[in-house]
Each structure stands twice: as C-alpha cells, then as structure tokens.
C-alpha cells in the first residue's frame, strides 16, 4: 500500500546555516567548505573529512556531536542514526516533525555534501570480492537519499563539478537556495545513487556469469553533449558507463571538430570492425559509412590495406570513417587525407602521421592505446518501446570455427583464407548481408538488404560500378569468395553470385533447403563450407 503525503508547503528561499560534509573524493573539499564557512555556515563532518577540514584550519564539529555514538566498525557505521537521519528527513514546518527533533535534540541540517566510496573505480582495477565489497557505501547513499527526498527543506550536493554552482546560487539567493534548485540538486542526487547502484548490480551478475538478471540496471555518466543526435532535431549525449573496453567513447581525440552522434556509431562500428584482425598477425583497414562497411582489407602494412579498402567502393567512401588495427604510420595518413574523410580511429599514430593530419583540422582522429578483445564477453543493449533487449556481444571469431566443406570441389588455400576474411567482415555488415571478397579485401558489399538475393545482386552490382570507374576490363566479383551472415534460404542467393563470377562460398548452413542449396554449388562448379555460425546484425 502507498504511503500518504502530509501537506507540506516547500519555502521558495531555505536558507543554508548547517552543512554536513562527508566525501570520499575530496577534490575541491577545502575551497569549497572555506567558501561555506566565509558565508557563516556552520560545518559538521565524518572523520577522514573533518580531518582534512580541520587541517585547513577550519571550525568543524564531528557528526559524533550530533549522534552522541561514535564512529563503529572501521566506518561501517558512522551516519546511520537518527539524530543524522532525523536532520535530513525531518518536515520542518510539520507540528510533529518539529516535535520530535526538538524532543531528541535533533539539529536541521540544510546542505549534506555527500560524494561516495569510489565503488566504481575499485571494480575497475579489478581488487578481489572482499575489497570490491567493502567499498560499496551505505551510509552515503542513505544520507543522499534522505536529503534528495526532502528536497522541500535542503539541499543535497554529490559532485565535486557543482561546488562552484553551489556557491554562485548561494550569493544570487543572498545565502539561501531556491526550490527550484534544490530540486535539480535532487534530481542529480538520485541519479548518482541509481547508477551507484547499477554498478554495484552489474558487478555482481558479472561476477557471478548471471546471463538473464530479473532486473538489470544500466549506468552512465555524461561524457560530453551533442549539438543534436540522429537529425538536428534530436539531442543526445555520450554516457560513459565504466566498461574499459577500447573504443570510440574512450578514445583520446587528438584533435579535429567536435563529434556528433553518428560519428561516434561509426566510429565505433568501424573500430570494432578493425578489431576482429589480428594485429600481430595482419594491418587491416576498414572504411565505414552509416555503420556499415564500405571498404575493408587487410594486408603487410596499413597503407596496403587502406588502398585495397577504398578500391571496393571509393563514391560510398567519401566522408567516411576510418579505422586501423596498428598504429598509423606517415604513408598512410597522407592517404587517407586525399579524401574527405571525417573519422580517423586507430591504437597509436606516430609523430609524423599526427603531423600529416594536422594539416586537415576539422578532420577527427580519436587514438585509443589498444584494441579490444573481439572474444571478450559483455553485454549490448538496444531500446524497443516500453523496453529494451539484452544480450551477450557476438563475441564469436571465424578463427575459432570448425569450417566444413560440404561442397565436392574442396576450396583452394587462397579461397580459403579469402572466405575466413568475407565471413570476419560479414559479421559487421547489417543484415541481409553479403560479402564477395578477393585477395584479403572486400570486392563487393550488399548490407542491410530485406532479402539475402537482392543483397548478392547489390554486392555483385556494386562491385561492377567500382570496376567501371577504376577503368578495369572486369569486375572484381569474377575469381572472388562470397560469404552470407546466414544461410541461403534458397540457391538463387547463391546462384547470383556463380553470377556474378564467385568461385566459394561461405555460410552457416542450416537452411531446410541446405541439399538443394549444395546442389546448386557443385552444378555450378562452386566449392562451399558451412561456418555452423549466424552472424545477423540489425
Ligand atoms: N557507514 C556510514 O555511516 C557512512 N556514512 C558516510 N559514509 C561515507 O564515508 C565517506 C567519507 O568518510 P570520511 O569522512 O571518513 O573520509 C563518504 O564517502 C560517505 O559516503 C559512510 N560509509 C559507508 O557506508
């Protein structure tokens, strides 16, 4: 049953006598409670921060005053009594509520600062349960809670970054603080708690591998806003959300004009991308447009690769994203800066390629000291109306696959090794997808397509366009492999492609129809494996 409201009128102005301070991250603590106690409030604290305060020199009582119980329990237990509660939760102009906290000398309190254990931080370091444990905070949530909930009598700070705010409404308001920004403040403050919490239930289903929690709670902290989001008339900001994983929203922007939301989509479809290839192995280059890929290859270097990359499609490539799995090098920048190209994402650059793209400054280039694990584990997450889906990354590589050739005609080693490539690159590509590969680069791309035959034809389509342009006698389509994110339903998918001059195929398998589908592959001479794996992506 709810709990009923008692009729309660919020001041406009309430003006700030008492603070009570007790922070885990004391940036800006001192400057802040001198700035405080010039303005005649009176400081209370806990012990490490009244400690620090009292060393600055200033006046400050111990919250033990106001409790009349010390702190127990290596500071387990030093906030949660009433006479901290009552001071934060109490009506003041409640006949009752003012009873009560005169009868156990309960003081008001009418700002509680209030930042927590770094929780967050400790799990990122990865310590063991019984540190990740003890720094979860309770006192501090309570306390922000209690005071975010009666907003109506004070005002409650839980970011270092508000100080200065703090202090700019405390002189507009002669002292006192508005409704309206104690409201704000509240806002802030169960925001804080939530994601607090959010990570402290992530940490647990993560460390107890639970796949499908009964609740799952997301957090993130406000990177940095957009001008707009999808289209001007949307906003959107970046949240960070504590996942290490390298990547368009950690990386350091060396320099270029401010991202927007489709960058940072690409950018990360593409990074990502790039990170399926191995770079001890292979320099890959991939160049993204709308989230799909419109030019990939590998090769011995990147300059290699980003050439073979552009030829797949240079009209689609033009103000694209650019991402590398090794650290860019002169050559390649000056190649890539040829072209107006709006992202350029990679592990390192050196001196000299931060020099070339130096010279195009609104260009973007977003470094970020690694590449991810494409095996690693995680969680992605897509909104729908009224919901959101959860699931597992498709942390699947073709590397790890048993590739059964189900064809009479076994593939050569070249078609081999072009169709593992086709598949690492289908993975990314929306679905439908289809991708004809020759010589470690992508020759023809077919995304996002309603049904899996028109994506071959598109591919075949467009890679005879590239052909044209590059003046060549044919398409590159002819001699190539082509790989399906999931099994031909029928053999006209893989017929168009025979069409189109492929001599391999790469798919799934799985299809009720997978024998007349094989069927088709050896009349026309076709050889084939089934991967055993769908990599659909929408
Ligand atoms: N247990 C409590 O009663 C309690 N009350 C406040 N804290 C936290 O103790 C920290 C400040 O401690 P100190 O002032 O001793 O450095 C803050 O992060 C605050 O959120 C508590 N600690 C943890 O729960």
């Known amino acids: 049953m709810a709990v009923a409201a008692k009729s309660i009128t919020p ?256 950018t990360d479809a593409a990074f990502e991308l790039a990170a399926e290839f191995d770079a001890s192995r292979t320099a890959a280059a991939i160049i993204v447009k709308h989230a799909n890929p419109c030019g990939v290859a590998e090769g011995p270097d990147l300059l290699d690769a980003y050439r073979k990359a552009l030829a797949c499609d240079p009209i689609s490539a033009f103000g694209g994203i650019v991402a590398f799995n090794q650290k860019l090098d002169a050559d390649t920048a000056r190649a890539v800066v040829e072209i107006f190209t709006e992202v350029i994402i990679a592990p390192e650059a050196s001196d000299e390629a931060l020099q070339v793209i130096a010279a195009k400054k609104n260009l973007r280039l977003l470094l970020t000291g690694a590449m991810p694990d494409p095996r690693a584990g995680g969680r992605v997450l897509r909104t729908i109306a009224g919901g959101f889906l959860l699931q597992n990354r498709d942390a699947q590589s073709v590397d790890d696959l048993d590739l059964r050739i189900v064809s009479r005609r076994e593939p050569s080693a070249q078609e081999l090794a072009d169709m593992r490539f086709a598949f690492r690159v289908t993975k990314h590509v929306k679905s439908n997808a289809i991708v004809y590969a020759k010589n470690g680069a992508t020759v023809g791309i077919g995304a996002g397509q309603m049904s899996r035959v028109d994506a071959s034809r598109i591919a075949a389509w467009k890679a005879r366009d590239a052909a044209e342009a590059a003046g060549l006698a044919e398409p590159q389509t002819l001699g190539s492999v082509v790989a399906s994110d999931a099994f031909f339903p029928f053999a006209d998918g893989l017929l168009a492609a025979a069409e189109a001059g492929a001599t391999a195929v790469i798919q799934p398998g799985g299809s009720m129809r997978d024998e007349d589908v094989i069927k088709a592959a050896d009349e026309a001479g076709l050889a084939m494996v089934f991967t055993g794996v769908r990599h659909f992506r929408h």
């Open 11 to 266: 001041p406009d102005r309430v003006a700030i006598r008492r603070a009570l301070l007790s922070v885990s991250d004391k940036t800006g603590l001192i400057e802040f409670a001198q700035a405080l106690a010039a303005r005649g409030v009176e400081l209370v604290s806990t012990g490490g921060t009244r400690k620090s305060l009292a060393e600055a020199g200033l006046a400050v009582r111990d919250v033990s005053e106001l409790t009349g119980f010390p702190e127990i329990m290596d500071g387990r237990v030093k906030t949660l009594h009433p006479g901290v509660h009552g001071a934060l939760l109490g009506i003041r102009d409640d006949a009752e509520h003012a009873q009560a906290m005169e009868t156990h000398k309960i003081a008001p309190i009418d700002l509680l600062v209030v930042n927590l254990y770094p929780f967050e931080e400790v799990r990122q370091k990865g310590a063991d349960w019984a540190n990740t444990v003890e720094n979860i905070d309770i006192g501090g949530p309570a306390m922000i809670r209690a005071a975010a909930k009666n907003h109506a009598y004070l005002a409650c700070v839980t970011d270092p970054a508000d100080y200065a705010s703090v202090l700019d409404a405390l002189d507009e308001g002669d002292g006192a603080l508005s409704y309206e920004f104690r409201k704000t403040l509240a806002a802030r403050a169960f925001a804080r708690t939530a994601t607090y919490d959010a990570a402290i239930a992530g940490w647990f289903a993560d460390a107890l591998d639970i796949q499908a929690p009964a609740r799952f709670a997301l957090g993130g902290k406000l990177a940095s806003s957009m001008r707009y989001g999808e289209n001007p008339h949307q906003q959107a900001g970046l949240y960070l959300t504590g996942e290490q994983r390298p990547g368009a929203a950690l990386a350091r922007v060396v320099q270029g004009k401010a991202l927007s939301f489709n960058n940072l989509n690409d």
